[in-house]
Structure formats: structure tokens, C-alpha cells
């Protein structure tokens, strides 16, 4: 039984996308939407978090911020990617101080495509993730069960 | 003896699941107020456990020391005051408690758990008084500083202190760190310098402050009820409707700064506790 999937906890980073995914991403936690009927919270602390939500191509200076925070973050976790930006650049994929793409910089578990990707697909991609995560606590449990 | 022994091994068993129930009815009754679904109503108790199930991750090990040494003393606090002891006891109990827990963000170093731990400080200078107050008013008004006398006291206390209800009320906001006086970490989202007091717990460290949580939400529940002890029933309903003008309160009010916290709850407790104590100590 495992309650990681039950409570997943979220942080948002903006790496330098043009903050339209961003605004869908909060769309999420409205009324309309309310993504705490999965139990998931919004918390702004990587120390908390178990879902890492990621918009925009990353720049040069947001690189270690955004590495910075994948290495805060407790395992297991899951990233995901949001837009076409996060994913290959998107429109801003030529120029000099992108880095095109999310997992250039951590790996990515799941992507959610768009432009701005729709409150719904980023549900989607969430929940997606949470299987993700699940699997990584199973290994996680796994490896700690054989240490001892 | 017996009977004191039940009730304490009672309150370290069941107030956990009562209080994540209580946990989990705010959260709920907080989503309809904001026209939302909301969580199920068990949520806390799944936060908690997926907490432990999350990587030990500690910024230094004195930390886990300190976080348990608070879940131990509020659950002793808890079981101190249902076992029916000595409420001064009860009440310095708690102080220790809350001081482990700000010794706690102090050794994570960082400058956000610093400024909750800072905040955390200003929030028990804001409660002590009434406590202190709450208990002489226990005392005079039952003759007792034991819990047990208090609660078997024939007539609802209420009636004699009823303004000391009214400061620990107040004070009860800081307590279960409702809006507007959550200063040193909140539950919502996003309301506080990163997270606060507890920015620096990751995983089961964190799980331990969520249990203390829980234990203290009865405990300082079971505050409100000793008011009306003799009637069970009716402490009861007094509990439901001043829980719920809590989670109206933490809906409809934005966060005051920490002078306002402090001067008004001193201020509370100034007024209701010297009036109130005054008029007793005249009659």
C-alpha cells in the first residue's frame, strides 16, 4: 500500500518560460479545476515536494536553480515538463542563452506538450507521473529492504 | 490511578486519527467555503504517511533529535492533561515542547527557518500569558490546579471565568496556526516565506511535526472543552462551533504583522484575564 500517490506534493519553477504555461499551471489549483480533490498542494518548498513542475527552455542563469532544486527535493520524486518549451526550446530553441529543453539540465519523467499546455493535459501529465513516482517508491522500499 | 492510566494510553492511541479527522473536515469545510471539492477527508493521515515514506533527508542529525524530543513532550503534554494531572504542569509541559521545536529550525541553518523559529518565539510570548491566566482562573474558580478536579467540578466553569474562555479562544488561533496568526508556518499554500518554521523537514522530520499537530489540535480542543466539563454534550457542540468559527476566521482573514499578534493577545489576555480575575478575587 502506498500513500505517495495519494498526497503528492508540487513545486512550480518558471525556467524562464514566457509564463503562459505558468498561468496554467495555477489554473490547476482554482476552483474549476481543484487539484487538492487529489490531495495534491501547491507547496513552494522542494524540501516538501514530490512533484516537480517545470515550464519554460531553462536560461543560463536558472540552469543551477533549477538543478539547485531537483537536488533539494527528498526521493522519490518525479519531473515534469511542462509545455512544448520545457520539453525541446520551443520557439526560443535558437536562441544564445537557452538551453533547450528541460532535461538538458535533470531528468525528465513526464512530458506535457502545448503551447500553452491546456489545464487539462497537465492533470493528465500529473497523474501520469504519479505512477512514475509509485514505481520509483517500490525501488526505493526495494533497495532500503535489502540494506538492513 | 487506573482509570488516569487508561485515559492517557487512550489519548496517545486515538488523538492522531481524531485529530486528522478534524484535520481533514477543516480541509474540506475550507475548500467548500472557497467553492471547491477538497481533499478526502482522511488526507492528513495520507500526508503523514507518505512522509515516512520519503527519503531521510536531514540538514544536520540534531535536527531529528530536537523534532522528536517536541513530538515526545506534546504527546505528554496531551496525556498529562487527559490523565487529569496538574495544569501548570501541562502548560510548562507545552512551553518545552514548542521550544524544542524552535531549537529545531535553529539547527536546520537556514534564514527562512530562522525566521519562523523567530516568529515561532514571538508566537509563544503571544500565548503564555493566557495560559498562565487560564490556569489561576481554573484555580480560583474550582479551587484546584488538577485537571481531574477541574473536569469533575459540578457546575460548567464557563459561567464563573467566562471571559478567560474568550482569551483562550483568541489565543487558540495562534495555537492551531490559523490565518490571521500563522506567522511561523502555515498549511496553506504559499502564504509564507518558502514554508517558515518547518522549510528545512524533509520527509519523516517533517511527518513528526504533522503528528504533533494533530495531538496538540485535541489537546488544546480538550482546553476549550474543560470549560464545560459538566456537561459533556454541550462541551462537545462548544468544541464543533469554536473549531468552526476558527475555519471561518483562517477563510475570511489575511495575516497581521507579529506586533499586532503580540500586542493584541497580550492585550486579550491584559483584559479578560486581570477583569475577570479581579471580579472573582472581589466576590
Given at each position: 500500500m502506498s500513500y505517495i500517490t495519494k498526497s503528492p506534493w508540487i513545486i512550480h519553477y518558471d525556467?524562464?518560460?514566457?509564463?503562459g504555461c505558468d498561468i496554467e499551471v495555477l489554473a490547476c489549483?482554482?476552483?474549476?479545476?481543484?487539484?487538492?480533490?487529489?490531495?495534491?498542494?501547491?507547496?513552494?518548498?522542494p524540501k516538501h515536494a514530490d512533484v516537480f513542475l517545470i515550464t519554460g527552455g531553462i536560461n543560463e542563469q536558472s540552469r543551477a536553480v533549477v538543478k539547485n532544486t531537483y537536488e533539494q527535493m527528498p526521493d522519490p520524486k518525479v519531473v515534469v515538463a511542462i509545455g512544448i518549451c520545457a520539453a525541446?526550446?520551443?520557439?526560443?530553441?535558437?536562441?544564445?542563452?537557452?538551453?533547450?529543453?528541460v532535461d538538458k539540465v535533470i531528468p525528465v519523467d513526464v512530458y506535457v506538450p502545448g503551447c500553452a499546455a491546456r489545464p487539462e493535459s497537465i492533470i493528465d501529465g500529473v497523474v501520469s507521473a504519479l505512477g512514475i513516482l509509485e514505481e520509483k517508491r517500490a525501488k526505493m522500499a526495494e533497495k532500503g529492504g535489502k540494506k538492513q | 490511578m487506573i482509570t488516569e492510566i487508561i485515559f492517557a494510553i487512550g489519548f496517545i492511541i486515538f488523538a492522531p486519527f481524531i485529530g486528522a479527522l478534524i484535520g481533514g473536515i477543516d480541509r474540506k469545510v475550507t475548500a467548500r467555503m472557497q467553492g471547491r471539492v477538497g481533499p478526502p477527508v482522511l488526507q492528513p493521515l495520507y500526508d503523514v504517511f507518505k512522509l515516512f515514506e520519503k527519503e531521510k533527508a536531514v540538514v544536520r542529525n540534531e535536527v531529528n533529535f530536537y523534532i522528536f524530543s517536541y513530538l515526545i513532550f506534546v504527546v505528554f503534554t496531551g496525556a498529562l492533561f487527559f490523565s487529569g494531572s496538574d495544569i501548570l504542569l501541562v502548560i510548562f509541559a507545552l512551553t518545552l515542547a514548542h521550544v524544542f521545536l524552535i531549537l529545531g529550525a535553529y539547527a536546520a541553518v537556514s534564514p527562512y527557518s530562522h525566521i519562523g523559529a523567530e516568529r515561532e518565539l514571538l508566537q509563544l510570548m503571544a500565548v503564555e500569558p493566557m495560559l498562565i491566566l487560564a490556569a489561576t482562573g481554573f484555580y480560583m474558580a474550582t479551587?484546584?490546579?488538577a485537571v481531574k478536579d477541574i473536569a469533575l467540578w459540578p457546575e460548567p466553569i464557563f459561567m464563573t471565568i467566562p471571559l478567560i474562555f474568550v482569551g483562550i479562544v483568541y489565543v487558540l488561533t495562534i495555537k492551531l496556526r490559523k490565518s490571521p496568526f500563522d506567522l511561523a508556518t502555515s498549511h496553506h499554500a504559499h502564504q509564507e516565506l518558502v514554508k517558515g518554521l518547518t522549510t528545512e523537514f524533509a520527509g519523516p522530520t517533517l511527518g513528526m511535526v504533522e503528528i504533533a499537530h494533530l495531538y496538540e489540535t485535541v489537546f488544546f480542543l480538550g482546553i476549550v472543552w474543560l470549560f464545560f466539563a459538566s456537561m459533556p454534550w454541550v462541551g462537545l457542540l462548544v468544541v464543533i462551533i469554536v473549531y468552526f468559527i476558527e475555519i471561518l476566521v483562517d477563510n475570511t482573514t489575511t495575516r497581521v504583522r507579529w506586533q499586532v499578534m503580540l500586542r493584541s493577545a497580550w492585550l486579550v489576555a491584559l483584559v479578560a484575564g486581570a477583569v475577570n480575575l479581579g471580579v472573582l478575587a472581589l466576590m
Open positions: 525556467g524562464s518560460s514566457c509564463n489549483l482554482t476552483p474549476l479545476y481543484d487539484l487538492e480533490r487529489f490531495g495534491i498542494v501547491n507547496t513552494g518548498n525541446t526550446g520551443g520557439v526560443f530553441r535558437e536562441c544564445y542563452n537557452i538551453m533547450g529543453g | 479551587g484546584s490546579f
